[in-house]
């Protein structure tokens, strides 16, 4: 069973920068596609960004410029650079892992925090 362990939230000040990891327990590059979701309190979960296994992105709006989305097939590992970090930011933080056509595997979260 693949198991996904994000880490790397925390509290922040608006404008600040944190970077979010995703380890998984087996090799990434077994996934077509490998992404971030976000979930703010009373709202529906949302993806952020993602990463195929050929090294393409692409970015929710509301991210684009301000997030990365990288990884590193060696260790296992996906990235979320987050900067110029706003309120709106604020959520839970999961990363998924889609083997075919969906995202069949999920971290528990992570919680990022903005302050204003």
């Known amino acids: 069973q693949v198991q996904l362990v994000e880490s790397g939230g925390g509290l922040v000040q608006t404008g600040g920068s944190l970077r979010l990891s995703c380890a998984a327990s087996g090799n990434i590059l077994a996934f077509n596609v490998m992404a971030w979701y976000r979930q703010a309190p009373g709202k529906q979960r949302g993806q952020v960004a993602y990463?195929?296994?050929?090294?393409?992105?692409d970015y929710a709006d509301s991210v684009k410029g301000r997030f990365t989305i990288s990884r590193d097939n060696a260790k296992n590992t996906v990235y979320l650079q987050m900067d110029n970090l706003k309120p709106e930011d604020t959520a839970v933080y999961y990363c998924?892992?889609?083997?075919?056509?969906?995202?069949?595997?999920w971290g528990q979260g992570t919680q990022v925090t903005v302050s204003s």
């Open positions: 990463i195929t296994s050929s090294g393409n992105t």
């Open positions: 998924a892992a889609r083997p075919g056509l969906s995202y069949d595997f």
